[in-house]
């Protein structure tokens, strides 16, 4: 069953989660330190590899079995679950707010890129907010998405201040699924049984007990958001590659508007692309947090996450996101397919859509995610900076929003629009060549169990932090015989 709830976390915080998150804050190895260590660690407790037996995965109800090797090993310890405090520390190091960001760029370069100044732990394009956390573990999945509301520039700046991240964490969770979507190692294709779906090296997926991070984003929100950076700020424009010529826009095509040509293909591979930066920060930073607390975590890609989020029911019904049909007119079979999402939680940005039919309506929005009431680059006294007193001075803030050089042009709105709807007559949809919702790239951060690197490494990977973990981080709350040294 599909729900669109808010997380059910109204529990006070306790000395103990207070306790916990000041270790977090005050009491782990310093950067360089945690570097030095840091490595995938994919054994968990519970876990096995190349066992030769069968095991059974609730996700799916399937029985798999990985055929034995040198390297077989079967955990004796039970799956140890994240705690919420673990939790919340992971995915507060992901994306979680931190503050405001600094967005010192001349007025007059390109400064309109901009979109919201409330600042995240990992940065993105524009400081865009086209990224979420998806959260898959045992009681269902969760989008992960505390919102922009900031108290100050720095957010954290004491020990007063570190249950916000339990509270960011209980109220940026939506919960999309009541259980896990139904995949795992063994998910094969019709008439291909040993095409593996979702990475050969992933026996431990989505297994009982395990909490699995991913970066979900909206490739078109950035797509669109920075075309009217692109036309206005850089003068660049877009050519159809089947011809050559310019694709909707000759009438700007001028000195002083749009000079310089990039195919679609081109520019919309760059988009992608610059795209996939801020998911590897989230990545990189859940795996410096999770060595911080002597956690194991384990990174990859490699899987098919259209069928994950749900676009292909019939192999499995993943996360249950609404996908459109497969569009015949698109111009490579990367842009085939359009994943919407679930509305109102995660939707994609794309044009024609529910929420944007053609080139206006999508534009119209992205200037006012810019530029409308309360945005951070409104005139007003509603501007968002104004309200939560930052980053800028007051003085500042109306100093740069009242400059022409912040505002996009009127022509570069209309060649966007002409743009827009040039690709949807042509092929049938904007963008053309990829799909905008994607998550393919996350890691699961779990407890690790040390006797694999013992067996089969010399045990030095193997940190004072892993081994004292469970005597710190779980003092309370585990039974004695699942704590291990």
Avoid at 74 to 103: D, F, R, Y
Avoid at 124 to 141: E, M, T, V, W, Y
Avoid at 405 to 426: F, G, K
Wanted: charged fraction near 20%; aromatic fraction near 12%.
């Amino acid at each position: 069953m599909s729900v669109t709830a808010p997380f059910p976390g109204s529990a006070p915080v306790t000395e103990e989660d207070k306790r916990q998150l000041r270790r977090y804050f005050e009491q782990t190895r310093p950067l360089p330190q945690l570097l030095a260590t840091l490595r995938s660690r994919r054994v968990g407790c519970g876990y096995s590899i190349e066992s030769g037996k069968d095991e059974h995965r609730s996700a799916t109800d399937r029985n798999i079995r990985q055929e034995p090797g040198p390297l077989a090993f079967a955990s004796s310890q039970p799956v140890i679950p994240l705690t919420e405090v673990e939790e919340a520390i992971v995915a507060w190091s992901a994306c979680g707010p931190n503050g405001m960001a600094h967005w010192d760029i001349a007025v007059h370069g390109g400064f309109h890129e901009l979109v919201t100044i409330a600042g995240r732990t990992a940065a993105a394009p524009g400081n865009s907010f086209a990224h979420d956390l998806l959260i898959i573990k045992d009681q269902g999945a969760f989008i992960y998405n505390p919102g922009d509301e900031r108290e100050r520039a720095v957010e954290i700046q004491g020990e007063e201040d570190y249950p916000k991240l339990l509270s960011w964490y209980r109220r940026g969770m939506r919960q999309i699924l009541d259980h896990r979507p139904d995949i795992d190692w063994g998910l094969r294709a019709p008439g291909a049984p040993n095409a593996s779906l979702f990475g050969p090296y992933q026996f431990n997926l989505n297994r009982d007990g395990q909490t699995w991070f991913i970066p979900i984003t909206d490739v078109g929100w950035l797509y669109f958001s920075v075309m009217l950076n692109l036309f206005d700020a850089w003068h660049l424009y877009f050519t159809d590659d089947r011809t050559g010529e310019p694709a909707g826009v000759s009438p700007w095509v001028k000195e002083g508007q749009l000079e310089f040509p990039v195919a679609i293909s081109q520019i919309e591979q760059f988009i992608f692309q610059v795209e996939t930066y801020p998911p590897g920060s989230y990545v990189q930073n859940m795996r410096l947090a999770a060595e911080a607390m002597g956690l194991g975590n384990w990174i990859f890609c490699g899987y098919f996450d259209d069928i994950l989020m749900g676009a292909f029911p019939d192999l499995a019904r993943g996360l249950g996101f609404r996908a459109e049909p497969l569009n015949e007119r698109a111009p490579a079979a990367s842009g085939a397919l359009k994943i919407f999402g679930l509305e109102g939680i995660k939707e994609a940005t794309y044009v024609p859509s529910p929420r944007y039919p053609d080139g206006r309506a999508v534009m119209t929005a992205m200037m006012e995610e810019k530029y409308g009431d309360g945005r951070t680059m409104s005139r007003g006294d509603d501007n968002w900076m104004l309200r939560h007193g930052g980053p800028f001075t007051a003085d500042t803030v109306r100093a740069i929003v009242n400059d022409p050089a912040t505002r996009v042009s009127d022509w570069a709105v209309e060649a966007c629009i002409a743009y827009v709807d040039y690709c949807v007559e042509q092929y049938g949809q904007c963008p053309a060549y990829f799909n905008p919702m994607q998550c393919n790239f996350g890691a699961v951060v779990h407890h690790v169990d040390p006797a694999f690197y013992e067996r089969y490494y010399d045990g030095s990977t193997v940190t004072p932090a892993i081994r004292r973990h469970m005597q710190e981080w779980h003092t309370q709350g585990v039974p004695t015989q699942e704590r291990h040294a």
